[in-house]
């Protein structure tokens, strides 16, 4: 029996809707400027461009209904994302195989410290500790392909406090899922337990203490989280 010199971290783990098991998170992938709209909101050409990718960690991933509002920062923004959670991997995937290693879909929530993450932007500096801080990506639970198959349209909405911020359409990606799964495996090995988080359309913007935030994609429920 294998001796650890410390206490081992424990699996992440988010909840398969409507079953008693719980998807292990391997590793998070995060797609960056996959809608048009919000390419452009943030200061950049709509065209596409090859796919550019930052990873938040496992252990980011919350399944609370609440989103403590970070420290050293004050202005922290939502974007609303779809979930896509892998079953199997590999390398050099084909476009045309990949939706075969995607276990399920769900709703999450890429949480920004943007006044930290743009410092970071203008110092050439990696995007972690604007993306990558404690429960900065929460999400609901995963939902099988067998019951709700690949979706590739429907609509996007994040409220907040009743009111539309976010708003789109899934089949408004500029890389599709797909087209994600083939473009990352070409960079790294993909394996069950991956994830990736299919990007955000425009209408980000700030939440403060006691916001009541509420994601929904057309079949895939909703997601209600307050900031605390």
């Known amino acids: 029996m294998t001796q650890y010199a410390i206490e081992t971290p424990p699996v992440v783990a988010i909840p398969v809707a409507g079953q008693d098991t719980l998807f292990p998170v391997r590793r998070i992938y995060c797609i960056g400027r996959n809608y048009a ?10 065209d596409r461009e090859d796919p550019f990718f930052f990873q938040k960690n496992p252990n ?37 195989s990949a939706l075969d290693h995607v276990f399920g879909y769900g ?46 349209q429907g609509r996007v909405e994040l409220k907040v406090n009743g009111e539309v911020r976010q708003e789109g359409d899934l089949n408004q990606m500029i890389w599709k899922v797909p087209e994600m799964i083939s473009y990352l495996s ?14 955000t359309p425009s209408g980000v913007g700030p939440v403060v203490k006691g916001d009541q935030m509420e994601l929904s994609i057309d079949g895939l429920g909703t997601l209600s989280v307050v900031v605390a």
């Open 37 to 46: 709209a919000h390419a452009i909101e943030m200061g950049h050409d709509p």
């Open 60 to 96: 980011n991933l919350t399944t609370s209904d609440t989103f403590p509002y970070p420290p050293h920062t004050s202005d922290v923004h939502h974007e609303a994302e779809m979930l896509v959670a892998l079953k199997t991997g590999g390398t050099n995937i084909p476009v045309e």
């Open 107 to 152: 709703l999450a929530l890429d949480m920004t410290r943007r006044d930290l993450q743009g410092i970071a932007k203008k110092a050439g500096r990696p995007w972690e500790i604007g993306k990558a801080f404690e429960q900065s990506a929460p999400c609901g639970p995963v939902h099988p392909v067998s019951e709700v198959g690949h979706p590739d």
């Open 186 to 199: 070409e960079y790294f090995e993909l394996a069950p337990g991956d994830v990736i988080l299919s990007g």
